[in-house]
């Protein structure tokens, strides 16, 4: 479990280290940023400052992370911090976060978050049961666990099926084993593409409402599914397909190197040979496996366009390397030839549109996705603790 997560700080500019006293002269490093958003541009400037003192001698190891009130851009963002903070804690650093959140409706998992293990205002902190509970938690509306192998995901997926369902927030069946059957085909992808464990994270929170909509309720889904690994996504299907004579590969993998072969005309600084390749190995019946040369998975984007269609509101996108891909459910219909283009015309004939990809400051080595949906509440909420969005 918690595979590979030194590869986070493989890729980093430099940084220059703050040092501060605490009031018995005992010195600390001290991360302060004037940031108010937690996304990427933080992330990469977390990750310079890590990776400086990882490299120094090990004579100070009190590390503070200052963060004032901060407003969470995605679940991914904070989830990659615990990455971040465990790995130093597993070096022997003492690490302490203050941070103040903005609730909305992509933040509200962070209360329950190990993280808070780590705020000495909270009362309650503990090197400990961060650890413990970086590993795994599972609570009415938390699920968070590793997932090692292949073999785990009928059982993982059994198990998110029943933490759906402990929520009574969807009614209708269908939509609840398409969640579960999305989590687990995203899972089952992350891990045959990474070749690694996947750290899975799910959140539930409730009482939002939406501000044209003010006599509904919502509730909000968060899902991060995350593995690290030297292997990109994408980068297995590449070479597979443009390795392998093309009578050792089946017909969908040969009209994939077609296609990649009219795309090379459109490859620039934006819309590179890595999105291409990303976007390729989501398609139906495209695996990275070598001993899958006839058909690959069910098309993890089909499953994911129907969760999207059924909620409010959504955010969803795979990130990996420098890439980001986004899921634009308007973009998630499929061509004649049955490939998601991620266009508003064919696969084959057409790059996707310029608002789903996207270069990030940050190099995630391996994938992470960050699911999240708003979707309509049936039963009563507590009036009290109500957020609009």
């Keep these: 479990m918690s595979q590979n997560i030194d590869l986070i700080f493989s890729d980093c500019s430099s940084y220059k280290l703050r040092l501060e006293k605490d009031n018995k002269g005992k010195k600390y490093y ?28 090990k004579l100070i190891r009190n590390i503070e992370f200052n963060f004032d009130s901060i407003e969470l851009q995605d679940k991914l963002s904070y989830i990659y911090f615990e990455c971040i903070c465990f790995y130093l804690i597993s070096q022997g650093f003492v690490v302490s ?25 909270n009362g309650n902190y503990s090197l400990e049961k961060f650890l413990k509970e970086f590993q795994v938690k599972i609570t009415r509306t938390h699920l968070r666990l590793w997932v090692t192998s292949n073999n785990d995901l009928s059982s993982f997926s059994s ?75 994408g980068d297995l299907v590449k070479n597979k397909i443009i ?19 009219i795309h090379e005309a459109f490859f620039n600084q934006e819309y590179t040979e890595n999105i291409f390749w990303i976007i390729a190995s989501l398609q139906h019946e495209i695996s990275g496996r070598e001993d899958t040369m006839i058909s690959g998975g069910r098309g993890s984007t089909k499953l994911l366009k129907s969760i999207i269609d059924y909620s409010e509101s959504n955010y969803c996108y795979i990130m990996s390397g420098h890439e980001l891909v986004k899921f634009h459910h308007k973009l998630l219909n499929e061509d004649s030839q049955g490939y998601v283009s991620f266009s508003n015309s064919d696969f084959q004939s057409a790059k996707p549109e310029k608002e789903v990809y996207s270069k990030s400051k940050i190099y ?20 009290r603790n109500k957020v609009n969005f």
């Design 30 to 57: 001290s991360f302060r940023t004037k940031i108010k958003n937690f996304n990427a541009e933080l992330l990469s400037s977390i990750i310079s400052f890590s990776t400086s003192i990882i490299q120094k001698p």
């Design 159 to 233: 198990t998110v099926v029943n933490f759906l369902k402990n929520l009574f927030i969807i009614d209708d069946k269908k939509i609840l084993f398409s969640i579960s059957n999305t989590i687990g085909e995203l899972v089952g992808n992350a891990i045959e593409h990474g070749k690694s464990d996947c750290l899975v994270d799910i959140d539930y929170s409730d009482s939002f409402i939406h501000v044209q909509k003010p006599d509904r309720n919502f509730s909000a889904l968060n899902v991060v599914i995350l593995n690290f690994s030297e292997i990109k996504m």
């Design 97 to 121: 976060v203050y941070l103040q959140v903005t609730r909305n409706v992509v933040s509200s998992g962070i209360y329950d978050s190990p993280i808070k293990y780590l705020n000495p205002p």
């Design 243 to 261: 390795q392998a004579h093309p009578r050792k590969i089946g017909e969908r993998y040969q009209d994939i190197k077609r296609i990649y072969n």
């Design 364 to 383: 995630l080595p391996g994938v992470g996705y960050n699911l999240n949906f708003v979707l309509e509440k049936k039963d009563g909420e507590d009036e």
